[in-house]
């Protein structure tokens, strides 16, 4: 078993099995897990699937007990994510993508943090109008293209719906924490059989390719992250030991409003996704 130096906890990778195994006292809420035919809808080909292939696991609520009334009071949530090895029809293997909902005030929604703890991670970033209720009608306004490497960290801004891809050469592992009272919305996203990139990879060579099924899709900028210590994001310490150091840090995981334009100063462009790979 390997152990997830990178998470800053006793999780390790079974790797005969896929498996991740977590050592007392730390505490597992569930776990889920998504294959192909679950992702119908939301690849870029969709021909000659193999429909129980994994794509992705899922494990919710991580937590020390000795953490867990703080973690609820701040109504925070730890969870990992596993997204498998491979490509499906040139595809790198993803998550769903999603947005996240306004806060009450509507003037800004949720953010999230994503910590990749095994591998490397595109994040397609994209900002869109009428979102929530009306998908016909969506207009893509930015779309950022994100690398972010193991034991880097992205917070994803608010605003932008998300996707996580897995484009290194083995599996791709991270953590988020994330604001439980904030909506997750996935049927936007599936309107449009995914995100407005799709990610491929051909002799080991990641390109972007337009979702025809968009409309007037800007062309997308390329980042990187950057560090910022002041909102609990250092590269090399974890996510969760972060938080236990310093749990007023993530304040702005509840709060979006006052945080929107230093969140967007941590992604540093760069002149095209292969720059952006290199880093």
């Excluded at 009071?73 to 997204?83: K, S």
């Excluded at 484009?167 to 791709?172: E, F, K, R, T, V």
Aim: charged fraction near 25%; include cysteine.
């Amino acid at each position: 078993m390997q152990l997830l130096k990178n998470s800053g906890l006793p999780i390790y990778l079974e790797k005969e099995s896929n498996k991740l195994a977590f050592t007392a006292p730390l505490q597992l809420g569930s776990y889920g897990e998504k294959i192909v035919g679950q992702m119908l809808g939301l690849l870029a080909k969709e021909e000659n699937l193999e429909l129980s292939t994994k794509f992705y696991d899922v494990y919710r609520a991580i937590r020390y007990p000795d953490d867990e009334e703080r973690l609820k009071r701040n109504r925070y949530q730890y969870d990992i994510t596993y997204v498998m090895d491979g490509l499906v029809n040139g595809e790198c293997k993803k998550t769903s993508g999603h947005y996240h909902g306004f806060n009450p005030q509507r003037t800004n929604t949720y953010p999230e943090v994503y910590e990749v703890i095994e591998g490397t991670a595109l994040y397609v970033l994209q900002r869109a109008k009428n979102f929530e209720s009306d998908p016909e009608g969506i207009i893509i306004e930015d779309v950022i293209l994100t690398v972010v490497k193991a034991g880097q960290t992205i917070i994803i801004p608010p605003n932008y719906g998300h996707c996580s891809i897995n484009i290194g050469d083995g599996p791709m592992i991270f953590s988020n924490l994330a604001y439980i009272p904030c909506p997750v919305i996935y049927d936007s996203v599936r309107y449009y059989h995914g995100m407005s990139y799709y990610v491929f990879k051909t002799d080991g060579e990641v390109k972007a390719e337009l979702n025809q099924r968009y409309s007037n899709v800007p062309e997308p900028k390329f980042a990187v992250v950057k560090e910022n210590e002041r909102l609990g994001i250092k590269f090399g310490l974890p996510i969760y030991q972060s938080y236990q150091q310093n749990p007023g840090a993530f304040e702005f995981l509840g709060n979006p409003d006052a945080y929107v334009d230093e969140i967007m100063s941590m992604l540093e462009y760069k002149e095209n996704l292969k720059d952006a790979i290199i880093g």
